[in-house]
């Protein structure tokens, strides 16, 4: 058999990367299956690259955040955040399983209807509500969380056209000792601003409070936040009822819980810094006890997205090619890059492979297709020499990639779905020149 020459190559090992798993130049993750599935089966029936889902670990994920809520609070609602990954398939699990439908926009509403969720079930969020569409909104008695005077002023409009009081929340934002502080959205409670729209909203006569919201951040790897969050929430709640004569049915404490992803820069591991689910839950319920100052108490709802769906996404790749560049590394080139991996910018992914190989790891970094220097998965990782055809699994990536992917250069991937059954079905085609040209002139 005649082997191919390969000029030898000097390269500096950091040692620095060995872990209580060994040498990094023998260690090797590896992964076959997703739920049971073989991962050479996935690709060779649907392609490559493809995003896998399991609908298990959806469950397990929705199942224990539940409990850990319902254990310590009477009244929680869920709502799933369709920004975070808003696949069809997805979201009706999710409303299966007793979720209602949290939307920023008019497109996610519209998804949201279609999907069969009624109006009152829908949790109108964002910074920009098309009038027209916050009119949809109110005649299909969604709950619609206002976020600036300008839409104050849409839905006092929305309140003469139709000759009615309109029931609405307030989302506001405040100082939880987090930076960046989320000051875009909302009104400030510190400087008073929240109230005063509140003042505005009874002086008029034209809505009135039925709910408090806040998202304080994204990430959060503090509880503590959410308990001053909730504080806050309960004290205004209070100052809103007592001089208003009002009735805050609920508040909303967003969402913003850590998925097991690594952060880059962070150098512990997510098992380590990311507060537990009894942490989140037990700030949040402990200040609403604590600070309640009503008879009864608020219906609690959670917009959670991240915690609930990151760890139930993979994205298969193969390796289509390599190079060795000029300081020695070897490049691999995937057929899957940033266009459709949008969170590679701030998370260290899991990547495993298809089997094990043979001979020691080398620094390699991993390149996408794209015709863009920018285009990189990893950029420092050891791996052994892997062939032509190398499965790659990514994990995880269930939040937020797919719906930022971008449909650049490259045809966004098909997604399958494995249910709880253990079978693998399609939930998404590949994108091809029929679906990118469609209305197109």
Not at 145 to 161: K, P
Request: proline share 4%; net charge negative; hydrophobic share 40%.
């Amino acid at each position: 058999m005649t082997q191919t020459y390969e000029k030898p190559t000097i390269n500096k090992i950091d040692f620095a990367m060995a872990s209580k798993y060994g040498s990094p130049l023998k260690t090797q993750k590896i992964r076959q299956s997703i739920d049971g599935v073989p991962i050479a089966e996935l690709s060779e029936k649907f392609g490559s690259p493809l995003f896998v889902y399991s609908q298990k670990t959806i469950e397990e994920k929705y199942n224990t955040l539940k409990e850990a809520f319902t254990s310590r609070y009477p009244d929680v609602q869920f709502s799933w955040s369709y920004k975070t990954n808003y696949l069809n398939a997805i979201c009706k699990i999710y409303h299966d399983l007793g979720s209602i439908a949290e939307v920023v926009s008019e497109f996610e509403y519209q998804k949201a209807r279609a999907l069969g969720v009624e109006g009152k079930d829908i949790i109108f969020n964002g910074p920009y509500k098309p009038k027209e569409d916050l009119k949809i909104a109110v005649q299909e008695g969604a709950k619609i969380h206002v976020d600036n005077l300008f839409e104050l002023g849409d839905l006092e409009a929305i309140a003469d056209e139709l000759n009615i009081t309109i029931p609405v929340a307030i989302r506001i934002n405040m100082n939880t000792g987090v930076y960046p502080q989320w000051s875009r959205f909302g009104f400030n409670y510190e400087n008073g601003e929240a109230l005063e729209a509140v003042k505005r909203m009874y002086a008029k006569g034209k809505l009135y409070l039925v709910g408090i919201h806040s998202h304080i951040g994204t990430f959060m790897l503090d509880a503590n936040a959410y308990r001053l969050a909730t504080m806050k929430i309960m004290q205004l709640k209070h100052q809103v009822e007592e001089t208003f004569d009002a009735n805050i049915a609920y508040i909303d404490l967003g969402g913003g819980f850590a998925s097991k992803s690594n952060l880059k820069g962070v150098y512990q591991s997510a098992e380590v810094i990311i507060p537990t689910v009894d942490d989140y839950a037990e700030a949040i319920t402990g200040a609403i006890y604590e600070f309640n100052r009503s008879d009864t108490l608020p219906q609690l709802y959670l917009e959670t997205g991240r915690h609930l769906i990151d760890e139930a996404g993979y994205l298969l790749t193969s390796v289509q090619g390599w190079k060795r560049f000029p300081d020695g590394k070897k490049g691999y080139v995937l057929d899957a890059g940033v266009n459709i991996l949008y969170t590679s910018t701030w998370y260290n992914f899991n990547i495993e492979l298809d089997k094990r190989y043979e001979g020691d790891n080398e620094p390699s970094m991993l390149n996408g297709p794209l015709c863009m220097n920018i285009d990189i998965i990893e950029e420092n990782l050891m791996l052994p020499a892997l062939d032509r055809g190398t499965i790659l699994s990514i994990s995880p990536v269930g939040a937020y990639n797919y719906t930022q992917a971008m449909q650049f250069i490259r045809y966004k991937p098909a997604v399958v779905l494995i249910d709880t059954e253990g079978k693998a079905r399609l939930i998404k085609e590949v994108d091809n020149l029929a679906t990118i040209n469609y209305r197109e002139v």
